[in-house]
């Protein structure tokens, strides 16, 4: 009989090679519930912080756009943003893992993922899907309507997403779509309408996303190019560091311009917008110091800088809070 409640070794039956080492998955959770949270990426955090992250650059910027300020209900579109983010991104990553478990099984570092590794049914990964979507459709019901609406079109890059890397080469950009739609529902759900600020701001996560995505796609680029899959680090190969300057310039300039165009307007003082602008700078420099580090040939490496986004997202949200109370 094998024990089901130590922590699995990395490589071992039931382990995902690419998760966080003594994750609290392997460690603590029950072992019938283990496929079902690796399934939900429980045991890697990372992606729902920068599903997360966005969300909560569109609420700050728009209650320091707001001339009443922050209300008490953005406590809830915080918190429900973080709820909803965990959720969208376990559910999305469920969809995407039924849909790719044939590529993942071809695939040195996915093939341990509970699809592939029959540690779940198809059947049983897609009643996981409807009950975290379910759950994540109560918290979006209690936005204004207009987060609502943005909310359920927001379904439709999620369910493209895993099949872009078949017919495009920028895959990125599909996953950008649907990872920063939070800063458009945050943003609504605040003030009740859009305008060109969270426009501006949703791009800025777009080319966020690309430079991250980018650093992510190079773990596997030769596996991938082994089963004819897509990616942007296939794509631009020995040039990746050219295109990724190009995406953080691009990132910072439109959150500046998303900035400023919230605040000014709103007759943000003086201290309040040098905040928020260097939280953008200082969200730029932090990539800078990704690019620095970066080796395109060396996975761990890329992996462990793509996991230093969250950081990056911190940043600018950070920021936007301090200026609100400055």
Not at 94 to 104: A, E, K, L, M, S
Not at 107 to 112: D, I, M
Not at 207 to 236: M, N, P
């Amino acid at each position: 009989m094998t024990d089901d409640s130590r922590t699995p070794e990395p490589g071992e039956p039931g382990s995902v090679s690419d998760a966080v080492t003594g994750n609290w998955v392997d460690r603590h959770a029950p072992a019938w519930t283990r496929p079902y949270l690796r399934l939900s990426r429980a045991d890697r955090p990372i992606g729902s912080w920068l599903l997360l992250l966005p969300c909560w650059w569109g609420v700050l910027l728009a209650a320091n756009a707001d001339p009443a300020g922050p209300r008490w209900e953005d406590a809830w579109i915080f918190a429900g943003c973080w709820a909803g983010a965990f959720l969208m991104r376990a559910a999305g990553c469920t969809w995407n893992d039924i849909t790719d478990r044939d590529i993942d099984a071809g695939v040195a570092r996915t093939r341990s993922r509970p699809l592939p590794s029959g540690q779940v049914t198809v059947r049983q990964a897609l009643a996981w899907m409807a009950i975290q979507s379910l759950i994540a459709l109560g918290i979006l019901l209690t936005f204004h309507p207009v987060a609502i609406l943005l909310g359920v079109i927001s379904l439709a890059p999620v369910a493209v997403y895993p099949f872009a890397k078949r017919f495009t080469w920028w895959p990125q950009i599909f996953l950008g779509i649907a990872f920063n739609w939070g800063a458009l529902l945050a943003w609504a759900a605040h003030a009740g309408s859009l305008s060109l600020p969270p426009v501006l701001l949703y791009f800025a996560g777009m080319a966020w996303t690309l430079f991250y995505d980018t650093i992510y796609a190079h773990q596997d680029k030769e596996d991938d190019a082994l089963i004819g899959v897509k990616s942007t680090a296939r794509l631009f190969g020995d040039r990746t560091g050219t295109w990724l300057r190009l995406f953080m310039v691009a990132s910072v300039v439109l959150m500046t311009a998303a900035v400023i165009t919230a605040m000014v307007p709103a007759g943000a003082n003086v201290l309040a917008l040098t905040l928020a602008l260097a939280g953008c700078w200082a969200f730029g420099w932090h990539m800078v110091w990704q690019l620095r580090r970066l080796d395109i040939d060396d996975p761990d490496i890329c992996l462990r800088l793509f996991r230093s986004n969250r950081d990056a997202g911190l940043i600018p949200a950070l920021f936007l809070a301090a200026a609100l109370i400055a």
